[in-house]
T-cell receptor, first 115, second 114 residues
């Protein structure tokens, strides 16, 4: 069975400082990993995806994530937070060997940006 | 690319009533997915279609829930005899088939049961 654990339910950072959102995964097979962002009362937007081509993945809006197999981690980072980054972030895993039909979501990390 | 469209955005109904939601996927996408998201939680997979065929259903999808995609384009999700516990955001997503195809989500339908 596959699962993800988002280690922080809430992260607060000051505008202009780095962002780190932590995620650990568990998967029996070769995983695909994603980060999605959800703004209030909106659907989910794909930030980035890992599919084994490169361990450092760059996404939209300056976000990136690094896949570390030895640590079973896929943490999301951004060098400098912007007010518009305030949202809920979800780490997501699917079993690539069985296709990406069924996504398993973490419980989310709410990111607050302090002006 | 007009994105995934869901209607209605909000639905308020009394317990015991039936409700139906509609999802229009991105036009070239042959896969369509339904998820449910309760307050403070991540979305949970309900079911998915490849073209008009429903290929997998979660155990979360009780007998009161039914989903269809009759012509392989739009899909409907019906809940019969709604219960308080059905209150949630219902999200639809679509994708191309094949490896590493990301799912694109609509803005969801928020269901409130009085």
């Amino acid at each position: 069975a596959q699962s993800v654990t988002q280690l922080d339910s809430h992260v607060s950072v000051s505008e202009g400082t780095p962002v780190l959102l932590r995620c650990n995964y568990s998967s029996s097979y070769s995983p695909s990993l994603f980060w999605y962002v959800q703004h209030p009362n909106k659907g989910l937007q794909l930030l980035l995806k890992y599919t084994s081509a490169a361990t450092l993945v760059k996404g939209i809006n300056g976000f990136e994530a690094e896949f570390k197999k030895s640590e079973t981690s896929f943490h999301l980072t951004k060098p400098s937070a912007h007010m518009s980054d305030a949202a809920e972030y979800f780490c997501v895993v699917s079993d690539r060997d069985f296709g990406n039909e069924k996504l398993t979501f973490g419980t989310g990390t709410r990111l607050t940006i302090i002006p | 690319d007009t994105g995934v469209s869901q209607n209605p955005r909000h639905k308020i109904t009394k317990r015991g009533q039936n409700v139906t939601f509609r999802c229009d996927p991105i036009s070239e996408h042959n896969r369509l997915y339904w998820y449910r998201q309760t307050l403070g939680q991540g979305p949970e997979f309900l079911t998915y279609f490849q073209n008009e065929a429903q290929l997998e259903k979660s155990r979360l999808l009780s007998d009161r829930f039914s989903a269809e995609r009759p012509k392989g384009s739009f899909s409907t999700l019906e809940i019969q005899r709604t219960e308080q516990g059905d209150s949630a955001m219902y999200l639809c997503a679509s994708s191309l088939s094949g490896y590493n195809q990301p799912q694109h989500f609509g803005d969801g339908t928020r269901l409130s049961i009085l």
